[in-house]
């Protein structure tokens, strides 16, 4: 059985190989038996058995991942398991005589650093509004793009879509008292998007400039604000110019989307989450991301 990607031994792999357990061929199937069919894994829980989450450190491959799932399952008491790299967290459905700290000692035996039990409804907690504030930004991002795709863009490149009918059509609409409506729209669509969608970020440039650090954090959010302002006096005054909610949108939901899937949190402290067992074994030292909400 192959050992982790960095090529070292991990205290999982000498748990499976001493229970006789191989990685599934795909994440979920069951534990030696024939590969399971595409979709969703299904397990019978007994009425009587009960539910504890983890929040654990220590794996990061999808193989690993499901050899975890593998050893869980064939524990005495334990009717089902699983993890994912994603949001920190491993659920276990198993019998009450099997104790929280018979869980927790058999995560420990494999390798795994397991937080307390209060810091796992906190991860998992903090997944799931992470989720929607990328559900608010793309959503509303939409909402915002659909009415400049149809009405602001071609008053702008009428050259490219639009005879001069339609485009003298549209800009008389702008000129009207009707545009009010239309920018009032806009600029609450974008602003919840960034207030909401940017909350964290907002709040960590906040505590930057009070501190008075300039982060990147702080120009994106300044940034943000002066785009916006300068769209609500164009908007409502006689300012005059083009108003971009357009592009308070668009930013919002390209850095909600790089911070949820493409960067790690720069609120963690990657010394917090460390695994104390490194020093002594050269193993097991690699990041865990589990949920217990199955597949």
Same mark, same amino acid.
């Given at each position: 059985m192959p050992d982790d990607h960095h090529g070292r031994p991990t205290k999982l792999d000498a748990v499976a190989r001493e229970r006789g357990i191989d990685a599934p061929a795909r994440a979920g199937s069951a534990t030696g038996g024939p590969s399971a069919a595409p979709g969703p894994r299904v397990a019978r829980v007994p009425e009587t058995h009960v539910h504890d989450t983890f929040s654990v450190d220590g794996i990061d491959t999808k193989r690993r991942e499901a050899l975890l799932e593998a050893v869980l399952r064939d524990c005495d008491g334990v009717s089902a398991a699983s993890a994912t790299q994603r949001n920190g967290t491993v659920g276990v459905h198993h019998d009450p005589a099997v104790s929280r700290d018979d869980l927790r000692e058999t995560l420990v035996a494999c390798g795994l650093v397991v937080a307390p039990g209060d810091d796992a409804f906190v991860t998992r907690r903090a997944s799931q509004f992470a989720s929607a504030r990328v559900a608010v930004a793309v959503l509303f991002?939409?909402?915002?793009?659909?009415?400049?795709?149809?009405?602001?863009?071609?008053?702008?490149?009428?050259?490219?879509?639009?005879?001069?009918?339609?485009?003298?059509?549209?800009?008389?609409?702008?000129?009207? #008292?009707? !545009?009010?409506?239309?920018?009032? /729209?806009? $600029?609450?669509?974008? =602003?919840?998007?960034?207030? *909401?969608?940017?909350?964290?970020?907002?709040?960590?440039?906040?505590? #930057?400039? !009070?501190?008075?650090?300039?982060? /990147?954090? $702080?120009?994106?959010? =300044?940034?943000?604000?002066? *785009?916006?302002?300068?769209?609500?006096?164009?908007?409502?005054?006689?300012?005059?110019?083009?108003?971009?909610?357009?592009?308070? $949108?668009?930013?919002?939901?390209?850095?909600?989307?790089?911070?949820?899937?493409?960067?790690?949190?720069?609120?963690?402290?990657?010394?917090?989450?460390?695994?104390?067992?490194?020093?002594?074994?050269?193993?097991?030292?690699?990041?865990?991301?589990?949920?217990?909400?199955?597949?």
């Open positions: 991002g939409l909402m915002v793009a659909t009415p400049y795709i149809g009405v602001l863009y071609p008053t702008r490149v009428e050259w490219l879509f639009y005879d001069p009918v339609t485009v003298a059509y549209l800009q008389s609409i702008l000129d009207s #008292a009707v !545009a009010t409506h239309f920018f009032v /729209n806009l $600029a609450a669509l974008s =602003g919840i998007a960034f207030l *909401v969608a940017c909350g964290p970020i907002i709040r960590r440039a906040i505590g #930057a400039a !009070a501190e008075g650090r300039l982060t /990147n954090e $702080a120009v994106f959010v =300044g940034g943000v604000v002066a *785009v916006f302002g300068y769209s609500t006096l164009a908007a409502f005054t006689g300012f005059g110019g083009n108003v971009h909610y357009d592009l308070v $949108a668009y930013a919002t939901a390209g850095v909600t989307l790089w911070t949820h899937f493409g960067a790690d949190d720069p609120a963690v402290d990657p010394a917090a989450t460390a695994d104390p067992t490194a020093d002594q074994s050269g193993a097991d030292d690699d990041p865990v991301a589990m949920t217990d909400g199955g597949r």
